[in-house]
T-cell receptor
Framework: DTEVTQTPKHLVMGMTNKKSLKCEQH?????MYWYKQKAKKPPELMFV???????INESVPSRFSPECPNSSLLNLHLHALQPEDSALYLC?????????????FGDGTRLSIL | AQSVAQPEDQVNVAEGNPLTVKCTYS??????LFWYVQYPNRGLQFLLK??????LVKGSYGFEAEFNKSQTSFHLKKPSALVSDSALYFC?????????????FGSGTRLSIRP
């Protein structure tokens, strides 16, 4: 079992829909991350929150909007997505934003855009 | 610029034989290196890391990795492979960006262990 919980596990949505992905961790970690992963490829970093503040945005299109309501929760709001946005979306957390700490990943949300 | 290379897309090993998954890196300053494993329909799981100290690092599930500074390598090894080790393996390096750091992943190596 992973200590980072992501919901939903699967999501199918049309290009005009609005939906949200949720991520929760109770390890007391203060850095949280969103990644996008295509099949058989490495994860691509989208956003980093450090102490609940957005610290890295990897030039992600505005149709993806992250939110960190508190230190345990991370959301990714989706609106007007494109078919190429279909992928596995992974959330991760680490103890602080420093380089020495490994990241702990959830099992992801598999997103399909019709 | 920081980078990580995994030269083999796939590694095939017979069960019981030793396995090696290769990784080379390029960083400025001291490298912080990691190995992760991904099973089908799962997220990535942390296996081991090198920060400083002993060049041979031991991790989960009997895996170990050898840090070689002169060859800028961090190869993943296991003395005796199991069929259950079959998965996708990622080498990674942490890079600093102002107040936060991010991981740079290699392209991944698919490990296949035949019975």
């Amino acid at each position: 079992d992973t200590e980072v919980t992501q919901t939903p596990k699967h999501l199918v949505m049309g290009m005009t829909n609005k939906k949200s992905l949720k991520c929760e961790q109770h390890m007391g970690h203060r850095a949280m991350y969103w990644y996008k992963q295509k099949a058989k490829k490495p994860p691509e970093l989208m956003f980093v929150y450090s102490y609940e503040k957005l610290s890295i945005n990897e030039s992600v299109p505005s149709r993806f909007s992250p939110e960190c309501p508190n230190s345990s929760l991370l959301n990714l709001h989706l609106h007007a997505l494109q078919p190429e946005d279909s992928a596995l979306y992974l959330c991760a957390s680490s103890q602080g934003g420093g380089a020495r700490q490994p990241q702990h990943f959830g099992d992801g949300t598999r997103l399909s855009i019709l | 610029a920081q980078s990580v290379a995994q030269p083999e897309d796939q590694v095939n090993v017979a069960e019981g034989n030793p396995l090696t998954v290769k990784c080379t890196y390029s960083v400025s300053g001291n490298p912080y290196l990691f190995w992760y494993v991904q099973y089908p329909n799962r997220g990535l799981q942390f296996l081991l890391k090198y920060i400083t100290g002993d060049n041979l690092v031991k991790g989960s599930y009997g895996f170990e990795a050898e840090f070689n500074k002169s060859q800028t390598s961090f190869h993943l090894k296991k003395p005796s492979a199991l069929v259950s080790d079959s998965a996708l393996y990622f080498c990674a390096v942490r890079a600093f960006y102002s107040s936060a750091s991010k991981i740079i992943f290699g392209s991944g190596t698919r490990l296949s262990i035949r019975p």
